[in-house]
């Protein structure tokens, strides 16, 4: 599929900048990409610790939920937390069942189940909750879209706070206008709220039970130190959730980092073993791609309370017995997410699908838990939107993921007269459907889509060219300060034109790593390439032929150029140090 390439060139007195904050002019170009602009904003991103985090108490009804559950813990009442089975829903169940312990409450918890419970609180819960004598239920990471359910809890008897970060539902007027309703709980903690003044609304679930936490310890006289502590587990949430990395997720996830490194939470501990991460750095890519599908796999595939048991657990043999049942569980999702891909494949070529601009895909025996999995890959592979449904006992059920160019939330409300119960995002959303009516929905997708044919082409975004002249272990160092990357946090991307390539061979037991000995004329480079090698040995093939190719193999090709975006890094192999370059894309040189 051709890409579009293109630099990002933001006016601005980047040299001027540089100097301001004592940085060299390639990070400061890479602040100014990434909208940051004002000088304080900029110090605080470099410099900012856990002493920058804002005061809960300015999040509204933040204080008056601690308070109510206060007066519960000191009459010895009980209290429900109701979470979700998704990893910030285990964590922030997690996190609040041990501080709310810690504080010697009354304290159980329920994660309703995927399959037969679905999202978020239900009635069944909250009745459950009244007979047993509830006195307080808190949610974590659902609870603002349960407004019949809340209203229920409050008839019954029962004292709710909502904990949650999602958006804030609406109901759209004839004129088009919106009105937002808050659930009618005695508080209702979430920084989305119109009517709350806390500077930052990005937090994930666990994040803001972090925040409630806070305070928490505050009024019981807790050391600071101890809820600290907690954010090795918010960590795991902030990367899984997919939030923005920046301001308090970015201070939360560099704090949480360093503990998880030195983490003495047992089944964690276990989990590293099970996934082969023992006496390895934990970083942004083993929470997001390891951790988090470890423990996302128990809520997909069976009961999210496995994962939740594991964090608990004290016993290090038991806590390795649940370690081993997730990982086994993940390896279980991954290939049932492998056999789904294929079969999605071949249903959209096989019905010429690919000329839609928004893929619909039913696949009646994907397990539900992981369409949207699917439906992510599917988008990584042609670029466009994708939603993919399900066979459930009354219809259908999916989930969609989409490209930056499609608010995919808004589409589905043009089709809410076909649609079932559906919710999301701009870049994801679930949904049920009556079977009959998914022709139409996919139909009715594509008439009403506002995509264009220049949005639907792959575009790569590069922060600037950078030679291999002006890399040097200085810079790469300096690049670092930048870290954790992310949402909203970008790694940084480079380019350089018409390099020539030596040599090339291919590693790793799935073949699916290339190494490439690359020059400018004067220096020398090694290039790593983790992705499709056979787009590379087509592209190579069609531009310089079959013998040519033969002779990069050799590592004595001579007349092969290409362009490459790339990210540099120092490649550290048995003591011995030297920069390489991780190459993210490449074409021949233009």
Known sequence: MMERWTVRNVKFNTIGFAKALGVSPVVAKLMVNRSIYELNEAKSFLNSTIDNLHDGKSMKDLSKAVALIKESIENNKKVLIVGDYDVDGIISTYILNKALSRCNANVSFH???????????????????????????ITCDNGISAIDQIKLAKELGLKVIVTDHHDIPFIEKEDGSREYIIP???CVVNPKRKDCNYPFKSLCGAGVAFKFIEELYRQFNIPKSEAIELLQYVAIA???????????????LKKGLELINNTNNIGLRALFKATGLEGKIINVYSLGFVIGPSINASGRLEQAIWALKLLMEENKELAEELADKLHELNKDRQELTKEGLEKAIEVIEKNNMNK?????????????????????????????PAIVLTKTHDGAKGSGRSIEEYNMYEELIKCKDILGKFGGHPMAAGMSIPKENIEEFRKRLNELTVLTDEDVIPKVSIDMPLQLSEINYGLIDEIAKLEPYGKGNSKPSFAVKNLTVRGARVLGKDKNVLKLNLTDGNLFIDGIFFGDVDAFEEEVKNSYGEMEYMKLLDGNARGIKMDFVYYPEINEYMGNKKVQIVINNFRIAQ
């Open 184 to 186: 009618e709980g005695n």
């Open 111 to 137: 994660i309703p189940d995927r399959i037969k419970e679905g999202y978020g609180i239900n009635e069944s819960i909250i009745r459950k909750a009244a007979e047993d004598n509830i006195d307080v239920i």
């Open 238 to 252: 902030i990367v899984c959730d997919v939030v923005d990395l920046v301001d308090e997720n970015r201070i939360m």
């Open 356 to 384: 839609d601009k928004v893929l619909v895909v039913y696949l009646e025996d994907v397990h539900e838990s992981i369409a949207g999995i699917i439906a992510g890959r599917i988008r990584e592979k042609y670029n466009l």
